[in-house]
């Protein structure tokens, strides 16, 4: 079993800055593929960026340009950048992990961003 634990959300004005941070559990970490998903109230979890084991990226349309994705294997640790914010930004952030091969998917508890001045 793995775990995911987000952190580095909060409240920002628009234009501001964040980073998210996602910790995995385990000894297994770089052989997951991770990604971010975020998910407001009424509508559908969508995908954010997400990153593979061989670091290939991938965005979605809305913050192609504004955000990336990294992860760093030595520390078990999948980070998104988030810059340029905009209140449609606002939403719950989760973190997934996906071991390559495998149907294991793991999801994080979410955190919260809120854009607003």
């Known amino acids: 079993q793995v775990q995911l634990v987000e952190s580095g959300g909060g409240l920002v004005q628009p234009g501001g800055s964040l980073r998210l941070s996602c910790l995995a559990s385990?000894?297994?970490?770089?052989?997951?593929?991770m990604g971010w998903f975020r998910q407001v109230p009424g509508k559908e979890r969508e995908l954010v960026a997400a990153?593979?084991?061989?670091?290939?990226?991938d965005y979605g349309d809305s913050v192609k340009g504004r955000f990336t994705i990294s992860r760093d294997n030595a520390r078990n640790t999948v980070y998104l950048q988030m810059n340029s914010l905009k209140p449609a930004d606002t939403a719950v952030y989760y973190c997934?992990?996906?071991?390559?091969?495998?149907?294991?998917?793991?999801w994080g508890q979410g955190t919260q961003v809120t854009v607003s001045s």
């Open positions: 997934n992990g996906n071991r390559e091969g495998t149907r294991q998917i793991y």
């Open positions: 385990g000894s297994m970490f770089s052989q997951f593929a």
């Open positions: 990153i593979n084991s061989g670091g290939s990226t």
